[in-house]
């Protein structure tokens, strides 16, 4: 029998963007339920207990840093990141079109556990429809009287507001995407303090996925107990893997953590485009490092311990397939450039090692390079590691080192065609 | 006077209602797009409108017009159809959709054409890479997504703005 969808339930449930349908089929009854029966502190306790970890990429301890929100400081601030910019993601999107009352409500949970008033959904600006479609769904729930002030006849009032941000990965950096909202140039801030401590205005502030928010409804409405009987000891409950590059059927899948990239790729994907051989993969989007897809890593399961062991990143689950018709070389070319357009430009070995690495592909590309500019390009991305403000620095580096101790006879195979530069 | 204060009055204010009194800046990119909306690229009159509104140096408000690539600084094309080639996509065909499309507009990337109509331009991921070749059309009121898309699908739709323009 086919499991039910927990955070695409819109897949099962026809409609269910609607308000209506969405609370008859029990929706903020998790919400009542906190504000009304809960106090903050137990809110967190059972999302603490729950396990769950942030989607947004770090899959960081969820319940843990509600409970590092600053209670000496007010007011508090929740805000959502629905900057969803890592290449090859595509699952806030879905949500949010989809299933947005659960998110909303996740949001709307996050923000009575840590007693803000008021919360902000931070959406890239390419999400303008889908901005303007929350706008209206807020407005919905204002008129429902579950926003505003003294809901449901407690002290407890609140208020969201969605912004969007204007074409910039960096600003999905919770940091940079803080001083976005403030108006500024979004640039990550020196850290510490964290966000709990000083986040937006200066103020307490827990930044949390849009993916992540959506799983609390649930965790608060069945149990900590039943959110944990799915997925692994260290890494519990679903996860939307998002799956594209050169499969058959590429889309986002609800799946158990844990689950191998095998089931994902050939059950759920379809296998590869034209029967080709499969030939690596990168589960973190751009900013992953290449797996080489042997039988091993095929067999390995999705989650936050075991991705690591293959010298990659599970990340955001971003799964990018890629088959014996592409050369290594082509491929860390676009991600170098997809870099070198993003860096925010705040520190010099992330904004000046982009810019170096693009010159070096971009000259391989052309044939005009030998070996030696291959370890140029090496030593370059060395170079950027372990000294940047962000971690922008890093992944831009990981594809790259990754694709040249991996695939070297990639790189062999374009030098050896060109002659030797003069 | 103050052009955009003047006419869009109430929307500044419910824009500004967003934000905590002390914290107007925050407003400076919705008041962007509005600038955007009404003059079709943030002109320096836009500039100096929004920084008086908000009490914010103009050339702070300038420095997020060059960090945000959704603003812009000189007019363009009155439909943006901005092509995603980033890897997911282009491994899946973005580049020859993009290549292609171009060819049948007649036109370069990063180019407009002469009517005045239309501008490509390639950007990065759009999160929509199971839906490729795809592309948003960003113009003066705001951006909408194409997915799935041929370049039969694209020229048709770029035949209505041309019978309609
Ligand atoms: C360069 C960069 C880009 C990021 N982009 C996103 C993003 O688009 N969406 C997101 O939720 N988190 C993104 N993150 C992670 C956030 O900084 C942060 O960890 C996350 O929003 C926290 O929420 P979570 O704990 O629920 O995952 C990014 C991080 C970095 C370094
Ligand atoms: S590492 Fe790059 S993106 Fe991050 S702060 Fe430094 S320059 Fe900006
Ligand atoms: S790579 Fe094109 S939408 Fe993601």
């Given at each position: 029998m086919k499991r039910p969808y927990l955070l695409l339930r819109h897949r099962d449930i026809p409609d269910l963007n609607d308000l209506t349908v969405y609370r008859q089929n029990g929706g903020f009854e998790a919400f009542r339920k906190a504000v009304t029966s809960l106090q903050p502190q137990e809110v967190v306790e059972i999302v603490k207990a729950s396990g769950l970890r942030g989607r947004?990429?770090?899959?960081?301890p969820t319940g843990l840093k509600w409970s590092f929100i600053d209670n000496k400081n007010w007011p508090h601030y929740v805000v959502a990141n629905a900057d969803e910019s890592e290449p090859g993601t595509f699952k806030d999107r879905e949500i949010m079109e989809g299933n947005p009352f659960q998110f909303l409500e996740g949001l709307m949970i996050a923000s009575y556990a840590v007693q803000a008033n008021v919360a902000y959904v931070y959406l890239r600006g390419e999400f303008w429809q889908l901005a303007h479609q929350l706008d209206r769904r807020i407005q919905q729930l204002h008129n429902a009287g579950l926003?505003?002030?003294?809901?449901?006849?407690?002290?407890y009032s609140l208020r969201i507001f969605t912004h969007l941000g204007a074409g910039a990965y960096i600003c999905g950096e919770e940091t940079a995407l803080l001083e976005s909202l403030e108006g500024k140039l979004g640039q990550p801030r020196l850290r510490p303090p964290f966000p709990p401590a000083v986040g937006l205005f200066g103020k307490p502030t827990i930044v949390n996925n849009v993916e992540t928010l959506a799983n609390v409804p649930l965790i608060i409405e069945r149990g900590a107990d039943w959110y944990r009987s799915f997925g692994t000891e260290k890494s519990p409950g679903v996860k939307i893997f998002c799956l594209s590059g050169r499969v058959n059927r590429p889309g986002n899948y609800e799946l158990?953590?844990?689950?191998?990239f095998r089931e994902l790729i050939f059950e759920h994907g379809k296998g590869i485009l034209g029967g080709k051989q499969i030939k690596a993969i990168m589960a973190a989007g751009a900013s992953s490092a290449l797996i080489v897809a042997d039988e091993r890593a095929l067999d390995t399961p999705m989650d936050y311990e075991s991705v690591p062991a293959l010298g990659a990143q599970l990340g955001s689950a971003s799964i990018i397939v890629i088959d014996e018709t592409v050369s290594m070389d082509w491929l860390i070319r676009k991600t170098i450039h997809f870099f070198q357009h993003e860096s925010c430009g705040k520190c010099t070995p992330c904004r000046e090692g982009t810019y170096w690495m693009k010159h070096i592909i971009d000259r391989i590309h052309r044939g005009q390079a030998n070996q030696n500019d291959v370890e140029l390009l090496y030593d370059v991305a060395s170079q950027i590691r372990g000294k940047c403000l962000c971690a922008l620095g890093e992944f831009s580096t990981e594809a790259v080192l990754s694709a040249l101790e991996r695939f070297p006879q990639d790189f062999a195979a374009r030098v050896a065609q060109q002659e030797p530069a003069l | 006077m103050n052009h955009l204060r003047e006419k869009y009055a109430s929307e500044i204010e419910a824009t500004l209602a967003k934000y905590p009194p002390d914290h107007k800046r925050a407003a400076a990119m919705p008041l962007l797009y509005l600038a955007q909306r009404e003059y079709g690229y943030v002109t320096k009159q836009a500039l100096i409108e929004i920084s008086e509104i908000l009490d914010v140096p103009p050339t702070e408000i300038g420095q997020l017009v060059g960090f945000y690539t959704l603003y812009y600084d000189e007019p363009g094309g009155k439909y943006r159809i901005q092509v995603c080639t980033d890897l997911p996509c282009a491994l899946r065909g973005a580049e020859e959709f993009l290549e292609q499309l171009c060819e049948n507009l007649g036109i370069q990337v990063g180019e407009t054409t002469p009517d005045g109509l239309i501008t490509v331009e390639k950007v990065m991921?759009?999160?929509?890479?199971?839906?490729?070749p795809l592309f948003q059309v960003q113009t003066a009121e705001g951006i909408t997504y194409h997915e799935n898309q041929s370049v039969e699908s694209a020229m048709k739709l770029v035949r209505t703005w041309q019978s309609n323009p």
């Open positions: 947004g990429g770090a899959g960081f926003l505003g002030d003294r809901l449901f006849g407690t002290d158990p953590l844990g689950t191998t | 991921c759009l999160a929509g890479c199971d839906r490729a």
